[in-house]
C-alpha cells in the first residue's frame, strides 16, 4: 500500500483542530490507558532524532522543476531523467547540499555557505519517488503555496532509501503522535460517554464496521479471499454517528477531498474512501501475504526490503489513514537493481522476475533471502508461478497483485458476480501474455507452440530463459534513457552563442578554455549523429535519412565556426611544451567543412542513398523473379555452402550487377563532391585526409608502409593461392585456367576477401580434423544469444567489462522481418549512459562465432576508454587499432585451446597434422584478407586523385589491382560502360577506409604475441589461451583506457614493446604452415604465382 497526499495534510489539521466543546470528569486509569500513555511515550523518544537541527543528510541537487499534478511516478521519473540529462549535458557540477529532516519540515541547505535553499513543510510533501535506475537518486513533490507541483530531484551521498526510509519515519512519527493524542485523550475524557459537538470536534474516521466503506484496517491485512473472497462483504450501515468537521479554514486543508472550506459529514452520507499514507512513496508494491493473522509484519511496499517488522495489534483505532503494508513474496527491484555505473561480473547478474519464472527452482529460493533489516523471512514458495506478476502475471491461482483498487474499493460492497467478473478478467489478461511467450518460442525454434503445451515446454526445455533474454532487459532498460535530440540540439544553440572571446591564438590558458567549450558542444553532436545513423541503418526509411540530413545541415553552423579556429590554435601552438593541449588540438584541427548549405544537403542525401541501395538490393531466382533475395543472410550464406559452379555464378554476376550497377552514378558524384571539399579545406584530395588519421606520415609514407609489409607477406600468399588454386582445379576441371587467377565466385565469399568457408574442400589432413564450430554450435543447440554470451563470457574472465544492459536490450541480433536494414556487422557507441550497441544479422555458423567476438571487442575498446580524458581522445589509437582489438580477442575465442575448454573438440586431438590444419584454415581468413584490403583503398586512392578513366577503365582497373595483387578474377566477362563491382562491396558505397582493416590485421598478430609473452608463452601461439587470465586483461586495459591520449606507437610500445608496424609477428605465427606448403605443392606440382614470368 501506498501513503496520500491528504494524508499528510490531515496530520497538521489534526494537531491544530481544538478541544471537543463537550468534556466528562476523567475517569479512572485502566490497563488500556496506561498502554495509551506508553505509546505516546515511545512516539516522543523515536521523534527526538528530528528535532532540533532534524536527522542531516549529505546529497547533490540535481534540479526541480513544475509538473502538472502532485502524485504519478512516471511524471516523477520522467522528471529526474530530463533533470539529469540537463546536468549532464552542461558538464556543470552539482550543487552539495544538507538535506535536515525535521518533525515538521525538510530543510534543503547548501553545504558551502550553510545558507537555506528551500523549506519543505511535511504536510505539503505529496509523493516520494526512488529512481529504479539509480539507487542513489531520489525526489518528491512539493506543493507551494500558489499551487504549483513542484519536483526536487536528489542525488544522495549513500543509498537513497536511507533518507527515503527516514522521510517514512518522520511521516509515520508524526501520524503516531496524532493517533497517540487522540487515545490519550480519549481515555481521559471518555468519549464513550460523550456526544461531541458537530462544530467543534475533529472530524473523526468511520468506525472499522462501517459496512458503507470497504477500507482496509492495519489490523485486517487484504489477503487473496478480500479480495476475491465468495461471501459477500457485510453491508450493515454504519451504527456509529460520524461527526461534521471543525471550520479550519485558514489551514485549506480537507480531510475528505472535497475541497470545501468547512466540510461536513452526515450520518447518512458514505464519505469518500482515503488513500493510504504509502502513496507518497510511489506505485512499486507487489503481492499480498496469505490470510493474515493476529499480527504481521508491516513494511513499505517500495521499500520493504530496508524497513524494520512493526508489529501491528489486531485490536486498533480505526484507520483513517489505511496504513496497512503487505508483506512482499517477491525481492524489492531495490535490492536486486543493477548499479550500471560499475560493471557487473558475470556471477552478479541482477535478478529480475523473469530470470525468476525461468528457473523457479534455483533464482526463486536465492532471491528471496530477509532483507539485512528484517529478521522475518519471506513466506514459502509453494508454485513456481507463485507470486510472480510477468505483466500482470501468468498463474491466476497465485497470489493476487496487490494494486490501488484491491485496497480502495468504491464505496459500495462488490457481489460475488463483480468479484467473478474481476476475476475472469485477470485470467484473459494473464493468457494474452502467455501468448507472447508462445510467439517468442515459435521464432525461435520454429515449432507451432499451444498454450496448453507450454507448461510441458517449461519443464523440458533447460535453455528456455534465452528466449526471453532481451524481455527481460528491455524490462530493466527505460525506453526513453536515450538522447534527446531536440533538448541537445536546443543546449548547443545556447551554448554556441557563448564561445569563450579569444585575444591571442598563442595563450594557452584561452586556447584550454575554448576546447572545453568545444568538446562539450562536439559531444553532443557526436551523440545525436550516433543515434540517428542508429536509427537509419536499423530502419531504412525516407524519414530516418531526412532526419540524418537535417541534423547535417543544423550542424554545419557550428562546424564551420569551429574549424577554421582550431586550425589557428594549432599553428600558433603546435610548438608548444603542453603535450596534451598540443594534441587535442591536432585532432580538432583535422577534417573538412563544407560553406555552402546546399552541398552539405545535396553530399548527405546522396550518402543515405547509397547506403540504401547496399541495404535494400536483391537478387532475383532466373526462374522465379518473385523470388528475391538480399546479401545478408541469404547470398552471403549461399557463397558459403554452395559448390556448384553455375548458381555460384549466377549468385557472383547477380549482385555486383544489381548492387554495383545503381551504386555507380550516386557514388561517382558523392566521391566529387567530397574531394571538392577537401581541396576547399587544403588537401590535396580525399585520400589525403584519411591518411591523416593514421599518424604515419605523408600519402607518400603512408602507402610506402604498406607496399612493404603486402611484399613481405607476399611469399606466404603465393604458397596459399598455389595450394588452393590447385585443388579446385581438380574440383572444377577446365573451368579455368589453373596456372592463373582463380575465378572470385569459388572462395567461399561474395569478394573472395576471404576463403575459410571453402576449408573443407583443401583441408591437407582430413583423419585430424579441426573443430567444425558450425556443426558444434548446432548440435550443442547453441541459439543466437548463447553466442553473445559466450562472448561476453570470454571477456569477463580477463577482466574486462560484461555488456551493459542496453547493449542486450538495444542491440539488433537478427535481421527483423518487418524493415529493411543495414545487415553489415559494425558496434556502436552512443556515447550516453552506458549505451552500447551492436547491429548484426546473425545466423549460427562459425562465421559469426567470430564476427560476434569482433564486434563486441569494439565496444570492451568504448567501454575502457579514460572517463577522466578529454571526449576527443575517446578513439582508437588510430583507425586500425579498434579493429585489431576485436579481431586479437577472436583469434583467443576461436584457438584450439579456447575451443576445448567450451567443449567443442577433444584436446587428445591435437597433432602435427591437426597443427597443420588448423594454421591453414586460419591463413585462410587472415593471409588471404591482405591482399584484398590492400587494393581496396590502392583502387580509392587512384580514383581520389583522377588516375582513372572513369569512361574506359572505372571497372577494369579494379580488376586489375585484384589480380595483380591477389590473383583474383571476375567471375563472368565485365564491361567497364556499366559495372561498377567496386561498388558491391559495403565499404565503398558508405565510403569506411579500408586501410584500418589491413593494418589491423598486422596489428593483431603483435598484439596476440605481446598477450601471450605476458601469459609466459613463446612456442606454439596457435595454442596459447589466456581466457581467464586476469593479468593479461590488466595489461591489455591499460592499453585500451588510453584512447587516442597518446600517438599509436606510443600505445603499442606500452603493450608490445615495439614502435612500428612489423609483419614478422604474422610470418613467425604461420611458419610450420609456409614451410609445409612450400614441400606440398612441389610435392604435387602446383605452380606458384599467376602472371606470367
Excluded at 468511520?206 to 489477503?223: E, R
Excluded at 579455368?736 to 589432413?765: K, T, V
Aim: proline share 6%; hydrophobic share 35%.
Amino acid at each position: 500500500m501506498r501513503f496520500s497526499t491528504n494524508t499528510l495534510s490531515s496530520i497538521t489539521s489534526y494537531t491544530k483542530m481544538s478541544e471537543p466543546a463537550v468534556t466528562t470528569p476523567p475517569a479512572s486509569p485502566t490497563p488500556k490507558d496506561d498502554e495509551v500513555k506508553k505509546a505516546a511515550t515511545t512516539a516522543t523518544a523515536n521523534a527526538k532524532k528530528f528535532e532540533g537541527d532534524g536527522l542531516p543528510f549529505r546529497a547533490k541537487l540535481i534540479g526541480m522543476e513544475d509538473l502538472t499534478v502532485d502524485r504519478d511516478e512516471k511524471i516523477c521519473l520522467d522528471s529526474m531523467f530530463k533533470l539529469k540529462a540537463v546536468v549532464r549535458a552542461r558538464g556543470e557540477h552539482k550543487q552539495r547540499i544538507q538535506l535536515n529532516l525535521t518533525m515538521t519540515t525538510v530543510k534543503v541547505i547548501d553545504e558551502t555557505t550553510k545558507a537555506q535553499i528551500a523549506c519543505h513543510e511535511i504536510e505539503r510533501i505529496s509523493f516520494v519517488v526512488i529512481d529504479p535506475r539509480d539507487t542513489r537518486a531520489f525526489g518528491y513533490i512539493y506543493n507551494t503555496s500558489d499551487d504549483r507541483h513542484q519536483f526536487w530531484a536528489i542525488k544522495t551521498e549513500r543509498a537513497a532509501a536511507a533518507t527515503v526510509l527516514a522521510l517514512k519515519e518522520l511521516f509515520e512519527l508524526a501520524f503516531e503522535k496524532y493517533t497517540n493524542d487522540v487515545k490519550l485523550k480519549e481515555s481521559e475524557s471518555k468519549p464513550s460517554e460523550t456526544t461531541p459537538d458537530s462544530a467543534t470536534s475533529p472530524v473523526l474516521p468511520p468506525p472499522v464496521n462501517a459496512g458503507s466503506i470497504i477500507s482496509p484496517s492495519a489490523g485486517s491485512l487484504l489477503d487473496d479471499n478480500s479480495i476475491w473472497d465468495t461471501t459477500p462483504s457485510p453491508t450493515t450501515p454504519p451504527t456509529q454517528p460520524v461527526v461534521a468537521a471543525t471550520a479550519a479554514a485558514s489551514s485549506g486543508l480537507d480531510l475528505w477531498g472535497t475541497n470545501d472550506s468547512t466540510p461536513a459529514v452526515s450520518q447518512n452520507q458514505t464519505p469518500k474512501a482515503e488513500e493510504s499514507l504509502d502513496s507518497v512513496f510511489g506505485d512499486l508494491s507487489f503481492t499480498t501475504p496469505s490470510a493474515p493473522s493476529t499480527a504481521t509484519t508491516a513494511t513499505n511496499s517500495l521499500l520493504d526490503a530496508f524497513s524494520t517488522p512493526i508489529t501491528t495489534p489486531q485490536a486498533q483505532l480505526p484507520n483513517l489513514y489505511g496504513n496497512t503494508f503487505a508483506t512482499p513474496i517477491q525481492p524489492n527491484p531495490i535490492n536486486t537493481m543493477p548499479n550500471y555505473l560499475q560493471p557487473q561480473t558475470q556471477q552478479q547478474r541482477p535478478i529480475t522476475p523473469t530470470s525468476i519464472l525461468l528457473q523457479p527452482q534455483q533464482s526463486q529460493l536465492s532471491s528471496m533471502t530477509p532483507s539485512p533489516i528484517s529478521p522475518t523471512p519471506p513466506p514459502p514458495v509453494t508454485s513456481p508461478f507463485a507470486g510472480l506478476d510477468i505483466l500482470g502475471g501468468f498463474n491466476t491461482g497465485a497470489t493476487t497483485k496487490t494494486t490501488k483498487e484491491s485496497f480502495f474499493p468504491s464505496a459500495a460492497p462488490k457481489t460475488i458476480q463483480q468479484m467473478q467478473i474481476e476475476k475472469q478478467k485477470r485470467t484473459e489478461f494473464s493468457a494474452r501474455e502467455l501468448r507472447e511467450f508462445v510467439i517468442l518460442l515459435h521464432e525461435e525454434y520454429g515449432v507451432e507452440f499451444t498454450e496448453e503445451i507450454l507448461w510441458k515446454v517449461y519443464k523440458t526445455k533447460p535453455d528456455i530463459d534465452d528466449l526471453n533474454k532481451l524481455k527481460k532487459f528491455r524490462d530493466q532498460v527505460d525506453p526513453k534513457d536515450h538522447v534527446d535530440v531536440n533538448l541537445w540540439n536546443q543546449l548547443n544553440n545556447d551554448e554556441i552563442k557563448k564561445m569563450p572571446q579569444i585575444k591571442s591564438y598563442a595563450d594557452e590558458a584561452t586556447a584550454a578554455r575554448w576546447l572545453e567549450w568545444f568538446t562539450r558542444i562536439s559531444q553532443r553532436y557526436s551523440q545525436i549523429a550516433s543515434l540517428l545513423e542508429w536509427n537509419y541503418e536499423t530502419n531504412i526509411t525516407s524519414e530516418n535519412a531526412k532526419l540524418m540530413s537535417n541534423q547535417n545541415l543544423l550542424m554545419s553552423p557550428f562546424q564551420r565556426l569551429t574549424l577554421p579556429i582550431a586550425k589557428k590554435f594549432y599553428a600558433q601552438l603546435k610548438n608548444s611544451t603542453n603535450e596534451d593541449l598540443k594534441r587535442v588540438l591536432s585532432r580538432c584541427a583535422r577534417g573538412t567543412i563544407s560553406y555552402d548549405d546546399n552541398e552539405v544537403k545535396v553530399t548527405s542525401k546522396l550518402s543515405s542513398q547509397l547506403e540504401s541501395i547496399f541495404g535494400t538490393t536483391t537478387v532475383c531466382e532466373l526462374n522465379n523473379t518473385k523470388q528475391c533475395h538480399t546479401i545478408e543472410p541469404y547470398l552471403t550464406e549461399l557463397m558459403q555452402k554452395e559448390k556448384d559452379y553455375d548458381r555460384l555464378t549466377w549468385a557472383w554476376e547477380g549482385w555486383h550487377d544489381a548492387c554495383g550497377m545503381k551504386v555507380r552514378p550516386v557514388y561517382l558524384t558523392y566521391i566529387d563532391l567530397l574531394n571538392k571539399n577537401c581541396k576547399a579545406n587544403g588537401y590535396s584530395d580525399l585520400s589525403e585526409e584519411w591518411i591523416e588519421d593514421y599518424e604515419m606520415g605523408n600519402a607518400t609514407e603512408f602507402e610506402g608502409i604498406l607496399d612493404q609489409i603486402l611484399k613481405d607477406i607476399t611469399p606466404l600468399y603465393e604458397q596459399i593461392h598455389a595450394y588452393v588454386r590447385g585443388r579446385l582445379c581438380v574440383m572444377y576441371p577446365n573451368k579455368f585456367n589453373c596456372n592463373g587467377p582463380i575465378p572470385g565466385h569459388l572462395l567461399g565469399n561474395m569478394w573472395a576477401q576471404s576463403w575459410e568457408s571453402r576449408f573443407d574442400d583443401f583441408i591437407p589432413y582430413p583423419n585430424a580434423p579441426i573443430p567444425n564450430i558450425t556443426q558444434v554450435l548446432h548440435d550443442q543447440k547453441f541459439s543466437i544469444y548463447q553466442m553473445y554470451e559466450t562472448a561476453e563470457q570470454f571477456f569477463t574472465s580477463i577482466g574486462l567489462y560484461p555488456m551493459t544492459p542496453k547493449f542486450w536490450a538495444r542491440s539488433m541480433f537478427k535481421k527483423p522481418k518487418d524493415r529493411d536494414v543495414v545487415c553489415h556487422a559494425s558496434a556502436f557507441d552512443l556515447d550516453y549512459h552506458d549505451d552500447y550497441r551492436t547491429k548484426i544479422c546473425t545466423q549460427i555458423n562459425d562465421d559469426y562465432f567470430y564476427t560476434i567476438h569482433h564486434e563486441m571487442g569494439h565496444i570492451e575498446y568504448y567501454m575502457s576508454y579514460d572517463e577522466a580524458q578529454p571526449f576527443v581522445y575517446r578513439a582508437g589509437a588510430n583507425s586500425g587499432f579498434h579493429e585489431a582489438i576485436g579481431d586479437t580477442i577472436g583469434m583467443f575465442a576461436t584457438s584450439p585451446a579456447n575451443l576445448i575448454k567450451l567443449g567443442f573438440f577433444d584436446g587428445n586431438a591435437v597433432n602435427e597434422q591437426f597443427k597443420i590444419n588448423y594454421l591453414l584454415r586460419l591463413a585462410l581468413q587472415k593471409v588471404v584478407f591482405l591482399p584484398f584490403a590492400y587494393a581496396m583503398d590502392k583502387y580509392r586512392f587512384a580514383l581520389f586523385r583522377n588516375q582513372i578513366n572513369r569512361n574506359y577503365e572505372l571497372n577494369s582497373m579494379w580488376w586489375a589491382l585484384r589480380v595483380e595483387y591477389g590473383g583474383i578474377m571476375a567471375a563472368v566477362h565485365r564491361n567497364d560502360a556499366v559495372h561498377f563491382d567496386a561498388g558491391a562491396k559495403y565499404h565503398i558505397p558508405s565510403n569506411v577506409p579500408y586501410a584500418r582493416y589491413f593494418i589491423a590485421h598486422i596489428l593483431q598478430f603483435q598484439f596476440y604475441r605481446a598477450l601471450c609473452r605476458i601469459k609466459g608463452q613463446t612456442k606454439d601461439l596457435y595454442m596459447c589461451d589466456i581466457y581467464g587470465n586476469k593479468e593479461v586483461g590488466r595489461r591489455f586495459k591499460e592499453m585500451l583506457a588510453m584512447g587516442s591520449s597518446k600517438s599509436w606507437s606510443d600505445i603499442l610500445e606500452q603493450l608490445t614493446g615495439e614502435r612500428k608496424l612489423e609483419s614478422n609477428a604474422v610470418l613467425d605465427f604461420f611458419k610450420p604452415l609456409y614451410e609445409w606448403l612450400k614441400i606440398e605443392n612441389a610435392a604435387r606440382g602446383y605452380p606458384v604465382g599467376w602472371m606470367p614470368k
